[in-house]
């Protein structure tokens, strides 16, 4: 069993900035792709940004320059960091990791963590 862990979200001013961490545990051999998502009332689940195991990033369009991913491995931790928040980053943000375990690779999310951009 392994579980994803989130914490860092909360209320901010536009123009302010978060961190969120998300922590994975279990019976984990390793980790292959860890990203967040978020998910706006009304919207579609989308990627945010994702990360590999060997450091590669990919992002969306609309928090490039703004948002960095980042990864512990030793630790099974995934960062974002958020800076420049604007009312549209409002969303639940979902963290997601792509893990090898016992049985094979599985994809694991978390509970999800809200971020709230207020104008």
């Known amino acids: 069993q392994v579980q994803l862990v989130e914490s860092g979200g909360g209320l901010v001013q536009a123009g302010g900035s978060l961190r969120l961490s998300c922590a994975a545990s279990?019976?984990?051999?390793?980790?292959?792709?860890m990203g967040w998502y978020r998910q706006a009332p009304g919207k579609q689940r989308e990627l945010v940004a994702a990360?590999?195991?060997?450091?590669?990033?990919n992002y969306a369009d609309s928090v490039k320059g703004r948002f960095t991913i980042s990864r512990d491995n030793a630790k099974n931790t995934v960062y974002l960091q958020m800076n420049s928040l604007k009312p549209e980053d409002t969303a639940v943000y979902y963290c997601n990791a792509l893990v090898v375990v016992t049985t094979g690779r599985q994809d694991y999310w978390g509970q999800g963590t809200q971020v709230t951009v207020s104008s």
């Open positions: 990360i590999t195991s060997g450091g590669s990033t």
């Open positions: 279990g019976s984990i051999f390793s980790i292959n792709a």
